[in-house]
């Protein structure tokens, strides 16, 4: 049976789920768990046939999260599914256009099974830290696919920053065989730790790195790796060999269903039967057990290394210059010109522009001045994106806002102008029904799914294309400051902030990271007050006691400063 909904709310779905199943006689009692899949390619049958699939061994209510945020209008359209329609559980299929996914837990919530374990499940994109995703914050599972993403071991690489006890990747489940093989032709006698290991597959492939670093975290030697031959079948692992005193154990794939197995003083070849496992026995394995996979975390570490210094993000880059006015308007007139021409040449090489605003008294001068700075330049604002590197967690129309303190001088007249109301990019408030760390992980989420998590993919690659900062006279840039414990998070792309030493206490800020992923850094200062804080952030990068010394651009960083501020250089 399958019910669709057009621009509904998520109660009524809920009403409507429970009047089918009394309708069809349907009940939740053996529903082991509820199963969120967030949908972000252009289709979602197979992921949602996956589940169908695994409903058979685990039956679950499916929700899946279908999202198109550049939609014209907002509204929610839904398709329930039960009885055959739905395996052995039940589908609730969310359409979600518009701004109706500001708050997609609100949209999840009244369709949750009482008292059953979430599972989250991204198919394709994986957020940099599904922990700190809205969805992913209420799961106690949370599935990826690294292998099907754009940039695989990229992506493994912002999950291992952002790993958190319960968190898997798919890319692990495809070597559950393989680690099996491989233990039990371990124990073979002699039994001895190899001398030499080598693993056969594409240096780019996920569970190659995963199986690699698996070995290597299991047994204390280094394993080279071997790219397989032209012919080699299919994805993956496609060869294992283990050097011992009396000889080499090998391993090698020869077809989608079969590997050849060696052992030494055997002349005569094994054949072993090992199917590539399709997205529904993955799906399967991961639903068997919800308790936190230790050993993938384990691995996933071995495999990248962490950055435990902040200072990193801001190392190796070009030395900041001064550019130094009369007053405050100097600055602001000067920040605005130069971000308007870096945007356009922005949109001259990619097509899209993307600009980090800040509040303060010279922030809030420099966006007057922006408008008129781009329409000289002639920057396109249909194609430009606003985002804050920080904001107050106070109510929308609150005056210690940054998006309020630019809003007259900057939002409404670029609004006025054609800068769609899709392309501002703001911080929730405390009136959009979120916590603070909600509002935090939303703001990171909207970051990840633009692409803002580049710092977590790849070192040397930029996201924005200008990214304005204010400084204090604590030298504090954004919410981040010195010696402040939420400085210290790296693993996310939006952090809250709490006890912030400056009022209002609640703040939302980028991380480190991501402050360091523009290509131009401009920090704005004007008055005599913050001339030590200026001179202090010209020395060496430190983040913990000096945070304005730490946030680099990969192109340039220049400090707008009238000449008070510029007093003690």
Known sequence: MITTLQDTTASAVAKTMTEMRETFGANTIGRVLTLIIVATGETIDEPLEAAVHASHEHPARVIVVDVDQEAETSGLDAEIRVGRDAGAGEIIILRARGNTMIAPDTLVMPLLLPDAPIVTWWPEAAPSAPVNDVLGSMSQRRITDAAACSNPVGTLKRLRRGYTSGDSDLAWSRLTTWRGLVASLYEITPVAVPSAVEVTGQEDDPSVVL???????????????????????????????????????????????????????????????????????????????????????????????????????????????????????????????????????????????????????????????LPAALEAAGVDLSTLHLWWGDERFVGPDDDDRNAVQVREGLLEPLEAAGLPERNVHLVPSTQDGMSLAEAAAWYGQQLDSAGGDEPFRTRGRAFFDVLWLGVGPDAHVASLFPGHPAQRVTSASAILVEDSPKPPPLRVSLSWPVLNSARHVALLVAGAEKAEAVAKAHGDIDPLQVPASSVRGLESTTWFLDEAAAGKL
């Open 211 to 369: 199986m690699k670093a698996w070995l290597e975290n299991a047994l204390g030697v280094e394993v080279t790796l071997r790219a397989p031959e032209q012919d080699a079948a299919g994805q993956g692992v496609q060869g294992l060999s283990l050097e011992r005193p009396d000889g080499t154990i090998a391993l090698r794939r020869t077809g989608e269903d079969t590997v050849v197995l060696s052992l030494p003083g055997d002349d005569s070849d094994q054949h072993v039967t090992m199917p590539q496992r399709s997205l529904y026995e993955l799906l399967a394995e991961e639903l068997r057990r919800l308790d936190p996979d230790e050993v993938y975390g384990e691995v996933l570490a071995h495999a990248f290394t962490g950055v435990d210094d902040a200072a990193t993000f801001a190392s190796g880059k070009p030395a900041p210059t001064d550019v130094v006015s009369a007053d405050a308007a100097g600055v602001a007139t000067e920040a605005a010109t130069a971000a308007a021409a870096r945007l356009a040449e922005a949109q001259t090489e990619r097509g899209v522009a993307h600009l980090v605003v800040t509040g303060g008294t010279v922030g809030v001068r420099a966006a007057g001045a």
